[in-house]
Structures are given as structure tokens and as C-alpha cells.
């Protein structure tokens, strides 16, 4: 785990709220000459806390109107089913995130984005139940985004 001080988490903050920010403009926001700044945002990328930037688009604006949420089983908890699940969804376009979870009845948490129920229904039965072990699929269809941040909350960090 690496320490932050204070102004890396100010770098950080800045960054995730707007990634195209110039080395000169994340500077002045947070208080830096222009070469101490690119020399901190270097260093957070080599360590690996920055790992890339990223466009975020509006969903909706682009006709994809449907945010399902699957609670996914499976039939045996060994490392190449497993495996074999992950490579599978990574290759289906439609998932905007997975998670291997604990604590529910279900294995994965699986996002998916679609434009409308014919596009859902498509991606579960000719992709998502076809994966060799997937024994159930829960579906739930997200009605709001209540939160949807795309930041990682620094405050608590020592």
C-alpha cells in the first residue's frame, strides 16, 4: 500500500473529477509549479494508484436504456470454471462490470448495458447461459441510478 500526502490526494481528486486536464491547469488547481506536479502524477502512475483515464459517456444518450443487474451461479467452485467464466464475459461487449462475490446465494455480480429487453433477452440466452457451469441467473433491472461515481473517496485514507 503506498502513503499519500495530502497533495497527491488533491492530484487524485482532481484528476477523477476531470482526467483531461492539462499538467499546467491540475497545477494551478492544486497549488504546484507545473514540473513538481508532473513529477507527482509520474510517480502515482508508476506505482500503479493511476492506472489509465477514461471517457465516461451517457448510456442513455447512445440508446443503450437498459441497466440489468445478474446474480450468476455455478455448479462448481474450482479455479478453471472459474477461469473459463471470466475470459468468457470478458469477450461480451454488453458487460460493464463482474464481480466474484461472497455472501449471497450467487457467485458473480455481472453489469450489463443493453439498448432494450430483445437485447437483454439475446445476451442471457445465446451468451450468459451458455457458459459451461452457470447453473442460475437472477436478473434485476436497475428503474434510477441513485449514486453512480466513478471516483474512489480519498477522505479516509491516513
Avoid: W
Avoid at 499519500?4 to 488533491?10: A, E, F, M, P
Avoid at 451517457?58 to 471470466?86: C, K, W, Y
Avoid at 450489463?112 to 440466452?125: K, P, R
Amino acid at each position: 500500500m503506498i502513503t499519500l500526502d495530502r497533495t497527491d490526494k488533491r492530484i487524485l481528486e482532481e484528476l477523477q473529477k476531470d482526467g483531461s486536464l492539462s499538467n499546467l491547469e491540475l497545477a494551478e488547481k492544486v497549488g504546484l509549479s507545473p514540473s513538481p506536479c508532473s513529477r507527482r502524477v509520474k510517480h502515482l502512475e508508476d506505482t500503479g494508484v493511476i492506472v489509465g483515464k477514461a471517457v465516461l459517456l451517457n448510456a442513455e444518450t447512445l440508446g443503450l436504456n437498459l441497466t440489468a443487474i445478474i446474480q450468476v451461479s455455478m455448479d462448481r467452485h474450482t479455479p478453471d470454471r472459474f477461469e473459463n467464466f471470466d475470459r468468457t464475459l470478458e469477450m461480451c461487449s454488453e458487460v460493464v462490470s463482474c464481480s466474484l462475490i461472497t455472501g449471497q446465494a450467487a457467485d458473480y455480480l455481472v453489469e450489463v448495458v443493453v439498448t432494450d429487453m430483445a437485447q437483454y433477452q439475446e445476451f442471457l440466452l445465446n451468451k450468459l447461459t451458455t457458459i459451461p457451469g452457470v447453473t442460475g441467473v437472477h436478473s434485476s433491472f436497475v428503474l434510477r441510478k441513485v449514486i453512480n461515481r466513478t471516483s474512489i473517496p480519498l477522505d479516509h485514507l491516513k
